[in-house]
């Protein structure tokens, strides 16, 4: 069979599966997006209204599609609010075609690789028992796809109602981490059967139509527990909903680097991965980064000095425990709300710090220090910002046990990277690949990057080396992430790729036959940052 008319199947219409879908069709391929909600954006559907980028709009953009100006200033330097985003991501959509291989309300329940047994696949030399793509052709997927109406359209048999198996030659989990929440524990007699009003996750918050969630936290005592992004967005949203008569308490237990926008120093220039470690770097250069520690040190340190001259963040006990040097190297950072520290000043938000432990009574939470008996902060709305369990949507989509635990381990976060060749296929799970887990600074363009490496890798553009040498090279990205993590002090947002974005975006053009180096001039190439533009002649 002709490669171009093998199946292809994309799981999730985010960002990452918009990108893998227009980079498959435009080598050729016609694939299915099966998207499980009712438009294309992923997140950006489900999100509070005052939710907006954090980083700016130059830096988060596609690398061949502009925001619109109605959307960015001349320079790319605003940020633009959600729904602006999500109609972006639907522009884009549309512009290349990617909209009509869409079939929303399709939620994957499962995926099975049919042709090899596990056994076999484990001996296998070459990646999918070839090396290429689609393997030798005896191999496939079988995806487990529930939809609303239970008419499915495509080749596939009927396993009763609204639940049908499609077969496809290759699959793309473009999945995200952000779909199953994390809560806490609780002590017997402290969790959330004892409290009198409502208890509820962010996530599930956030997916609320924004008149219902106003109208949740509308004249109540609001407690949100957590200190991220989220939790601080959602805590300068039911301020500025109720005022200081309903005062909105945050409870936390350490505080991350909640930075003013206006003031945010970043940058992607290849000089600066000079002073990280990086995967498979070599003596040499190993040796510069171990010199240059103390510059990026002295750097960090000043960044830290001017933002805790600039933002209150010591007057409020919100200093992170962190440096800021850790805090970035680990991409534990994010933008604080507007007059967030003035909504604090105003009575309209309490900022309680919980050094022990945080349970339930029947008016509100308690919370419990080492030292004392515990304080009960009143509340009619608890709003649980806790996190996610981020591999569990990756290992869950596997029907089989193993290919879940090999993709994702369920290693109680030991693991500080993914074990995935370039971050998108694993060594031994045949023609299967994930774009959109790692995070980084902006992380759109690297899912673009992703996308158009994998397209590559459908059209046989991508050479991959025997299993063996794909796994050393996952050993080294595991050994980077352990240095990472203990350089981070243990705030390393796992597979994050902050620090060494160039880096790997260079690996991943030298696979694809393109130059890595994309500026013109030596000077610009080392002190210009690196952004989506660079790269907009890969297709």
């Known amino acids: 069979m002709d490669a171009k008319k093998k199946r292809v199947a994309i799981v999730g219409a985010g960002p990452s599966g918009l990108a893998a879908c227009k980079h498959a069709l435009a080598k050729g ?16 559907n489900r999100t509070l209204a005052s939710t907006r980028l954090q980083t700016t709009a130059s830096a988060y953009r596609f690398s061949d599609f502009p925001w619109p100006p109605a959307s960015a200033d001349d320079e790319g330097l605003s940020f633009p609010r959600h729904d602006q985003v999500a109609e972006y991501m639907t522009a884009y959509a549309r512009r290349f075609g990617v909209l009509e291989r869409v079939r929303f309300g399709y939620r994957v329940l499962g995926a099975s690789y049919v042709g090899a047994t596990e056994q076999e696949v484990a001996a296998w030399e070459r990646w999918s028992g070839n090396g290429e793509a689609f393997g030798d052709g005896t191999g496939e ?46 002590a017997d007699g402290r969790g959330p059967e004892v409290f009198r009003g409502r208890v ?43 005022g200081s008569r309903y005062p909105c308490t945050m409870v936390y237990r350490s505080a991350h680097w909640m930075l003013d926008p206006k003031l945010a120093i970043t940058t992607s220039a290849r000089w600066t991965e ?35 001259r600039t933002i209150p963040m010591q007057e409020y006990g919100m200093v992170p425990d962190g440096s800021f040097s850790q805090g970035s190297l680990g991409w534990r950072i994010g933008v604080l ?24 009574c029947a008016d ?17 709305v608890v709003i649980l910002s806790t996190g996610f369990h981020i591999d569990r949507p990756l290992r869950d989509v596997f029907a089989s046990p193993r290919f879940g635990e090999m993709v994702a381990p369920d290693d109680g976060g030991a693991a500080a990277v993914l074990p995935l060749y370039r971050h998108c296929v694993h060594p031994r799970v045949p023609q299967m690949a994930v774009v959109g887990y790692v995070e980084s600074g902006s992380s759109i363009y690297p899912y673009e990057m992703m996308a158009k490496w994998v397209a590559h890798l ?14 050393r090279d996952v050993a080294e990205w595991a050994r980077w992430g352990r240095w990472a993590r203990r350089a981070c002090g243990g705030f390393f947002l796992k597979s994050c790729i902050a620090s060494v974005t160039t880096w790997y975006h260079d690996q991943l053009c030298r696979d694809m036959g393109h130059r890595p180096r994309r500026k013109a001039g030596l000077l610009a190439e080392w002190l210009q940052p690196y952004g989506p533009t660079d790269y907009a002649g890969i297709q």
């Not at 099966?34 to 950006?44: C, D, I, L, P, Q």
């Not at 509100?364 to 009619?380: E, I, K, Q, T």
């Open 29 to 44: 391929f016609r694939p299915v997006v099966f998207e499980s909600g009712t438009a294309v954006g992923g997140v950006w």
């Open 274 to 308: 000079l002073m990280v470690h990086k995967p498979g770097e070599g003596f040499a250069l190993s040796l510069l980064a171990t010199a240059l520690t103390p510059l990026r040190w002295l750097i960090s340190k000043l960044a830290e000095v001017y933002y805790k």
């Open 337 to 360: 709300p507007e007059g967030f520290y003035d909504r604090v000043d105003d009575g309209s938000v309490a900022l309680t710090r919980c050094r022990g432990s945080v349970g339930f």
């Open 458 to 471: 459908l059209d046989g553009a991508v050479r991959l080396p025997p299993v063996r040498d794909m796994e």
């Open 141 to 186: 997927w079988h995806l487990t796809v529930r939809h609303g109406d239970g008419d499915g359209d495509g080749e596939g048999e009927s396993e009763g109602g609204s639940t049908q198996i499609y077969r496809f030659d290759f699959l793309i989990l473009c999945i995200g981490r952000y779909g199953v929440a994390k809560l806490p524990t609780f």
């Open 364 to 380: 509100g939470l308690v919370v419990l220090d080492d030292d004392d008996d515990g304080v009960v902060v009143g509340a009619d």
């Open 200 to 242: 509820l996750h962010s996530m599930e918050y956030s997916a609320m139509a924004h008149a219902d969630a106003a109208e949740l936290v509308r004249g109540k005592r609001v407690a949100v527990v957590g200190a991220g992004k989220s939790a601080m967005d959602i805590v300068a949203q039911c301020a500025e909903a109720n």
